[in-house]
């Protein structure tokens, strides 16, 4: 069952980040201020499904990963803790605070800094999860191949 969740999870959590990432671009630099709006107070909505798929694949991953050894499940081990700290300090903070400033109207100068900040932990994390997915995908690939 964790050989199933680990990879479905992980998809979606990529997949909701990217959602996130393209649709707050999208909208700033092709969209009006409604639009705005409404991307930047739905993507807190979205948590509902990122958090969960992220203790998912953050959990199946160590059960997986325990009794596995190798430079790939080190580089994985290493970039979790990243990832997990990038979004509950910076992404979550900044998606909570972005989506109020934007109700309010208020697009000054701190909702743009802010913005180019989550912009910026976003890639950073949809760089850090794309990387796990590729190991893990490498990992899989090389246990396939291995006589039994």
């Known amino acids: 069952m964790t050989k199933i969740l680990h990879p479905i999870a992980g998809a ?5 980040i990217l959602t996130f990432w393209l649709a707050t671009v999208l909208s700033e630099l092709f969209a009006g ?13 979205g948590f509902l499904v990122l958090v969960p798929a992220l203790m998912a694949v953050g959990g199946s991953g160590f059960r997986l990963g325990r009794k596995m050894r190798g430079p790939l499940i080190t580089a994985k081990t290493k970039r979790m803790p990243f990832i997990a700290a990038n979004g509950i300090l910076i992404l979550i903070p900044s998606a909570l605070y972005l989506s109020f400033k934007a109700q309010a109207g208020a697009f000054d100068t701190a909702f743009y800094v802010v913005q180019v900040v989550e912009l910026c932990a976003g890639a950073v994390n949809l760089t850090l999860l794309g990387l796990n997915m590729r190991d893990g995908l490498r990992l899989t690939a090389k246990r396939r191949r291995k006589p039994v």
């Open 12 to 16: 979606i959590a990529l997949l909701t």
């Open 33 to 45: 201020t409604a639009t705005i709006v409404t991307v930047k107070s739905l993507i807190p909505w």
